[in-house]
């Protein structure tokens, strides 16, 4: 089998591969969390595995790990909160050292390269902890290790926003759920989206403060940020080829 | 989308699924290790989210989370060791602590009863820490949860066994890649497995210790700990008919 | 000692003060960290401090716990980095666990809302967590309680920046030890500022992603991210005013 | 006092045997557990005691340490379960850390080599994970350490087995507080059994999982998983003479 | 058996003792610590075992619990330090989790009272952790636990001290190993003392601080901070007698 | 601006004067806790902050590091306790973590010397841990570190005792909130200080063992363990100027 990913190969193979220790691992870190009443729980894993096997196959040196399926707790003001039923998040030290033990295991085969693609906001601190914490503890052994973290959306240029939100684009904050999202996931796993069920809802609005436990009325009741209406598989190509190019551009 | 697959789900359908509290939640346990040259790194990520699914589509009250991918480090005497590239393993720490938030999670969508599907021997002791600190924690607040963990060869009768190793078996503990996982997987996903590359080894034997660091010369060259030569789909098949009717049985 | 400052206190009138649980505790969190040659290494914790102070004598029922002194780790894109001598920082477990500890205290004399007022914006993640694990242990107990979580930052209107900014904003991702903390320590504490010794930089540009070890080539040589040179003692009182205005507002 | 007893030497004699090196140290490690009414609640602590005594003194280069009392939580299937009163464990990350620490300590004097000789099932996966952790932590130090695991039991063949159980072996799984236990305790201490206490029970049949909470009624009232009424300080010595000569011949 | 030591118990012997939940579980805590070259490296496990096991005895409502073998890192200043080949310690996190864990299995099989008998100054302030973890978990579940801590050489009276030391009392601090400790356990364990080994030294004197890593030079050569030579074993009866009727005293 | 207070330095600054390795850096290291109803909740920290400054002013080869403000939780024999509103205390680890990551900061900085200050009888074991494990952590990345751990009072003379208390000296343990911190808090922060709360208390007994929970009736309703009256600020010259001296002596 002729792939990418790392979980598809048998021992064998990923040994070949990586064994002049010249193969940046892309790591996928997700979140099971709502995305609205239209969408699949699963787009923060989904998307970031996607696009970490374009870019593996378009950069040539890289391989995929296994994706990190649950993420950091979803936060009112990025993700709609904790609270809805279907966000199943893991405490900050769970992910922080599931995630270092996952990067040392990849270490100890020889791997000195690492990219990690964010595809949950939330999950940035933990991931930027965890990769410090490696890049540490492997210079104390005498062993150079470099990680390089990012959060896909970064890659996005204010061109391709405009083409995606021709109206005006109301925000990265009010991304949750939104025509971001659910364009990539038409394009990639529209098996997952059921756009008859989408739900209109105006940007979110929040007071310059967050609050513990979190309050609901806060946040639409279909869990969105934005309004989904206007995605389509077109934009999630357009924003995923501009991410995919980016970031074989700037790490291959 | 008519799925028993949590993450396929969106948050609503999950809602209006769970909101009884009387659904119980299946999580597969698996980990990334290598099965030798003619298998994937992941039959024991696939084997209990197969499982799992099937199992909740037969019983009914069941839904099936997010698989954990990666698990206990791999032991010499039942997964070869967790010198091989590709092995890819977290401590028991992490472990039982991502699981327990993760269950926990589930728990405060109002879920009450679990049934944990390990897919990996070295899991055990860090899945019943998990269960074990659940329960305890919520009765501690009044909430009264039940855990089930399994492991899926433990439905396996010995008629099966008979049936599947006809010249005679040699026993679980050298299981590790061998006919068993080879045959399911030859049933669940043909294309992870080339049964071109795989290597007849003769069933390990080991002295009654086991040694820190690993010796791998404990271990034949292919990485399973029999041989996987004999393995066929319909084997598989009567695995997994036989797995999957004990489970719905006993839990149900 | 007429003063909202709890440590100035004596036990017996904080006691008075505070046993009808109606007084809201603010916690200001901050960090050391370079803050370019031209300042001190506390403007992260003075800040806070200072603002806090003010928000509690102007709501009337508000006191202010001894601020957090050491935060967590300085990042590149926010704060020029960990590896600037004097830039001295905790692991993000760490100050979770302290801040945490110091919240249960403050509960366990009968306080139950508390303004976290962050000077240091990689506190973020580690606050959320220790407010959340708050919350939800006092709740198994309970015990309702309730945490507002800010970086004073967010108070400041879009009115002001162009009052302070009347050349244009380079946006808040660049504002370390540029005009903005800058004029707030001109009013607050002149005797912390040198502006003799302020280097003027070009607002700081990175790429798209983190990478650990961070690279010092990604920082001016003079450790902010903005020039301070137009920072002036009249910019910050208006910046604080408008904070301090704000949280009043919002939670008094 | 000639003694392979690490605790009854004074430190210069201790200093003195262990300087070069050369010495492998036993560490025998336990639980406090029910093992039926007939028997005290310390067999898992003072038989591994008493094997790692009798093992240095044959092989003439190993110590003994003060062993590790309080073990991991007994399970139903193969402790009975950790609800028995009298049963008192530990979690396993205590147990893990515990152990990690002792053996460092032991590193630290200039030991290399480290037998752990295991009296308690459970205690298995912590072991290995305290194991795993100080190879690892010293091969960073550049220090090289072998850590030996056994459980005494792993030493019995098949033979004695015949010998012990001539009217047939019922199986491992069931032998807590059994034959083979009572038999040994017999031997080494009967002044802590009382045979006119044992209770007749039927060998335990346990369903294919594991549940939790546990079930009481899983375990028959008196807590062995099978009967110890033919037990018998001969069957005892036997037993123990094996388990002594095979770890001596293996590890000597 | 008629006893007062758990271990030595059947469990349903333990059962019908505690299960009124009146009974006070005394836990011995002790350290594996050099003492001298006269003396074994366990005296702070044997003296407070030995003087448990009286008080429960006299008391007649008190059972106690198997030691903790191994206590906290011993200091310079009060134990000789933590480099002398034989002193064997452990952190003290793992003191005080695995403390914990112990105190926590005996509240679950209903004991509310509990007494720590420390016979190592270090350990300390990891069993006031502990105790205090206890109290306050309990009190979260709505179980009430008492926990008295108490050092075994805090209930010896100034004319005890003036009798065992007619020539002047040199002071507790540098009483390790000398004759008070020499004297206890010539009394209860003479065989494990050896008195032609016994080193004369001056009292020892410190200067005000402490430091890391510690100065081997600030203790004499034999590890003991004063002069063993004048104890006797009629001295150790002494001091055991008056411990063990205070205790009774106070506690019984 | 000149000073030997890091937080008021710029990073430049801080840099020249560490760049050599050869600054000890002072941590001073207190707690909030009562002290009387005359005197604020601070002096922990305000007098090793005070002596910090002092000494390294004095010494001129030191610089003061921020101090830390929270400390491990107030025992009833030594601080009246953790009961009282306004002692507002962290546990164990939080407090060893939180110190151990500051000084680990300060070392990747390139000191190599430290001085703990303590001004908080409660923090000396914590920070007993956190020095031996940075000494220990540092040591394995071939860093020699060296830290001095130091509680004020112990520079404090008989000769000094004896002016400062001409009726005789009730003893150290009874010195919470009494004369000696009093002198002290009068002579460097009056305005903290209400001579005219005052309560005079008969110095504080105790029972020989400690209990959990802490039982308030064991200390007078002040919070003082003995009386503060005959506080004057020139007995705190007296006390401050002997430990200035004492320590720049010892450690300078």
């Not at 998307?47 to 399926?69: C, D, F, H, R």
């Not at 969105?224 to 209406?229: D, E, K, R, V």
């Amino acid at each position: 089998m002729n792939t990418v990913s790392i979980e598809k190969m048998d021992w064998v193979t990923y040994r070949e591969l990586t064994e002049k220790g010249n193969r940046k691992i892309i790591l996928p870190v997700g979140a099971i969390e709502q995305h609205g009443p239209h969408m699949s729980l699963n787009p923060d894993v989904l998307i970031p595995s996607y696009i970490g096997e374009k870019v593996a196959e378009k950069a040539g040196n890289m391989l995929v790990a296994p994706a990190i399926t649950y993420g950091y707790k979803s936060q009112v003001k990025s993700g709609g909160g904790n609270f809805f039923p279907g966000t199943t998040c893991v405490s900050g030290s769970s992910l922080e050292n599931y995630v270092f033990d996952v990067l040392r295991a990849y270490v100890n085969h020889g791997n000195r390269e690492f990219i990690l693609i964010n595809g949950h906001f939330e999950n940035s601190m933990s991931l930027c902890e965890a990769a410090d914490k490696l890049v540490n503890q492997c210079r104390a052994e005498g062993i150079t290790v470099k990680v390089y973290l990012l959060s896909y959306w970064d890659f996005i240029s204010e061109e391709t926003i405009a083409k995606v939100f021709p109206d005006g684009f109301t925000g990265w904050a009010v991304e949750h759920g939104g025509v971001l999202e659910t364009s990539i996931m038409l394009k990639i796993h529209p098996e997952l989206v059921d756009m008859s069920k989408a739900v209109d809802v105006a940007p979110a609005t929040f007071p310059p403060y967050d609050v513990f436990p979190a309050d609901p009325s806060w946040v639409a009741p279909s869990g969105t940020l934005s309004s989904p209406l206007k995605a389509t598989a077109e934009k999630g190509e357009l924003i995923l080829d501009e991410c995919i190019s980016g970031i074989v551009h700037h790490l291959g």
